[in-house]
C-alpha cells in the first residue's frame, strides 16, 4: 500500500491514455454526483416541510361540529347542535394522556366576513377566543406584549393580540401599538401582545400575520355565544398518540350529545399528527429512492470500470508474464490490479462529493438571499454519515471493479503471456 514504486507504476497505468480513464472515471463519478444531489434534494425539501410546522405541537388533533345525519334516542336525524363549556374539563378527565384541550371561538373566516376597526381605518380579519395554551399548540412567537393569560380568562378582559398583517391594515407606520384600542362588532379590545406566525405551511405565512386573538370568555360575552364552543384543538402528550386517541374521543362526545355512535358525520375532525406522518412517511420513500437511483447510476460506472480494467488486463498480458516469470506471486499481481481500481474509483467519487458539495453550497447561498416566509424548501444539506457511506460504497465498489480483472490477470501463464504479440 504505501509502496512509492507501487503507487508510480499505478499512475502510469491510468496515465497511458488519459482520456479512457476519464471517460470511465466519469461513470463513477455521476453516479455518487447523483446520490448525493438526491439525497440533499429530499433533505432540502423535508426540512422546508418541517420547517412549515416549525412550533406546531404535531400530536393535535381539531374537532368540531356538523350537525347530526341520524336519529338517535328519539331525537330527529337532522338536528344542530355545538360543543359546551363544560365538554373541555370532562375531556381532560376522562382522557389523562391529553396535554391541551382548546376550545376555540371564531368570527371571519368561514363564518363570514367581520370588520375591525381603529380610527377611521376598517380592515377584515379573523378574531378568534382562545385559552392561553393555544400558543403553545399553534406555530407562533410573541414578539412584543404577550399573549392572553388566565387572569383574562378569569376576568373576561377585553384584550387583543394581533399580528403585523392587522398592524400594516390599521396602523400608520412605526405608531405604537400596544396599548392602544381596536373595535370589533362594536366592541373595544386593548392591544396587548403582537405575535407573528412561525408557520409557512401551505403557503399562507402572510395570511397567518392577519388574525386577531382574545380571551375566550370575553369573546363568549362580548359576541353573545353563551356557552357555545365552535371548535377544540386537543394535543396528546408526548408518549400518546392522538391518533390512537381520536376515535375514543370521539365516541365520548357522542354519547355526552346524544348522537348515534354510527353517525360519521355529526363530528368532524382533522388529525394533524396522521397527516404529519404521512409526510414523514413519504421522505422515507424519497429517501429509499434516492439511494436506490444513485446505487444503479453507480453500479453502472462500477461495471464500466470492471471492463476497461479488463481491456487494460489484455493489454498488459506480456508485461504480467514478464513479472510473473521473474518471480511476482498471485497475490502481487491481484494486489495490482485491485488498487489500480480502487483508486480509480474513489478518486472519480471523491471529485463527485467535492461536485455535488460545490452545488449544494452555491444553491445553499441562493436560498439564504431569498425570503424564507412561503418556500417549501430550506437548506438542501446531506449528513456526515451519509458521507462515510458514500465513501464504503466507493471502496467497495472498487474492489467490485477489480476483482474480476484480478483474477483474469492471475490466471495468465508466463509462458502463453510471453509467447503473445
Known sequence: MFDKDKWDEILEALTANTFRTILTAFGVFWGIFILVILLAAGNGLENGV????????????????QGTS??????????QFSFQNSDVPALKEKFPDLLYVSPRNQLGGHNGVNNVVRGTKTAAFD????????????SMDIVKGRFVNYQDIKSSRKVAVIGQGVIDGLYEKAEEVIGTYIKVNGVNFMIVGIYKSKSNNNGNAEERQKNVFVPFTA????????????????????????????????????????????????IGNFDLYAEFSKILGLFSILRFIAYFVGTLVLLSGVIGISNIMLI??????????IRRALGATPAAIRSQILLEAIFLTISAGMLGIAGA?????????????????????????VDLPVVFFALIILVGS??????????????VKPVDALRTE
Open 50 to 65: 418541517k420547517q412549515g410546522f416549525a412550533g406546531m405541537a404535531t400530536n393535535t388533533m381539531f374537532m368540531w361540529t
Open 70 to 79: 341520524k336519529p338517535y334516542k328519539g331525537l330527529p336525524k337532522i338536528r
Open 127 to 138: 378574531v378568534y377566543g382562545d385559552y392561553p395554551e393555544y400558543v403553545k399548540q399553534e
Open 219 to 266: 369573546f363568549q360575552q362580548a359576541f353573545n355565544f353563551g356557552d357555545k364552543v365552535g371548535w377544540m384543538a386537543i394535543t396528546a402528550n408526548d408518549d400518546a398518540s392522538i391518533t390512537e386517541l381520536k376515535p375514543k374521543i370521539l365516541e365520548y362526545m357522542k354519547s355526552r350529545h346524544s348522537i348515534s355512535p354510527d353517525d360519521e358525520r355529526a
Open 312 to 321: 487494460v488486463v489484455k493489454e498488459r498480458t506480456k508485461e504480467i508474464g
Open 357 to 381: 458539495t460545490g452545488i449544494l453550497i452555491l444553491i445553499n447561498k441562493i436560498l439564504d438571499s431569498m425570503p424564507s416566509e412561503g418556500t417549501m424548501f430550506a437548506n438542501p444539506s
Open 398 to 411: 472498487g474492489l467490485l471493479a477489480g476483482l474480476i480483472p484480478a483474477q483474469t490477470a492471475i490466471k
